[in-house]
């Protein structure tokens, strides 16, 4: 078999390359040079891990929305890695706060998580403590400022748009129109 030039058939035969990362896969069933296609799975082997986004997505969904397999799953590696497990404690106590406005549990919360010193939220618990009222009051009023934060996102996106274009009055038109 020819290759398309003498260094490849050096990287082909010593198993770096393979025929199909050279010749497109019609070039490959010309020659009669395909690669054998893979032995079909062995039944009785160990599924395979899960993946971190797998594992991500079971610790930070709401335990009702998993399946009953990806309960069994989370469990397993749950057992398997105690600082998973208290992450994932962690992360549902926070979750739980969130959802049901819970903040003054907050400052028993930063404690756990200092004391867990996991990598992420050790971090993260030290940083809410900077401001410590203002999280707290997020975590248990109603009130949101999601309304003020959207007009004034509104009024710079405008400001963008008309910058170097119009007077002040055109400006203050298109504000007050929009």
């Not at 959207?150 to 504000?175: D, T, W």
């Amino acid at each position: 078999m020819a290759f398309p030039a003498p260094h490849v058939q050096d990287v082909v035969t010593a198993g770096a390359l393979t025929i199909s990362r050279i010749w497109p896969p019609h070039v490959e069933r010309e020659l009669g040079a395909a690669p054998p296609s893979p032995a079909p799975p062995d039944p009785t082997a160990a599924p395979a891990p899960p993946t971190a986004r797998q594992v991500t997505g079971w610790l930070t969904r709401r335990p009702a929305s998993l399946t009953e397999d990806e309960h069994q799953q989370l469990k397993a590696v749950l057992d398997t890695c105690p600082e998973l497990a208290t992450a994932h404690q962690l992360v549902r106590d926070f979750g739980d706060m969130l959802t049901q406005q819970t903040g003054v549990l907050l400052p028993a919360w930063i404690d756990e998580a200092l004391t867990a010193d996991l990598p992420g939220l050790t971090g993260f618990a030290r940083d809410l403590t900077n401001d410590l009222d203002a999280v707290t009051a997020g975590l248990t009023l109603r009130w949101s400022s999601g309304g003020t934060e959207g007009a004034v996102n509104r009024i710079k996106k405008i400001k963008r748009q008309l910058y170097g274009r119009a007077e002040f009055e055109l400006l203050r038109k298109m504000i007050l129109l929009a």
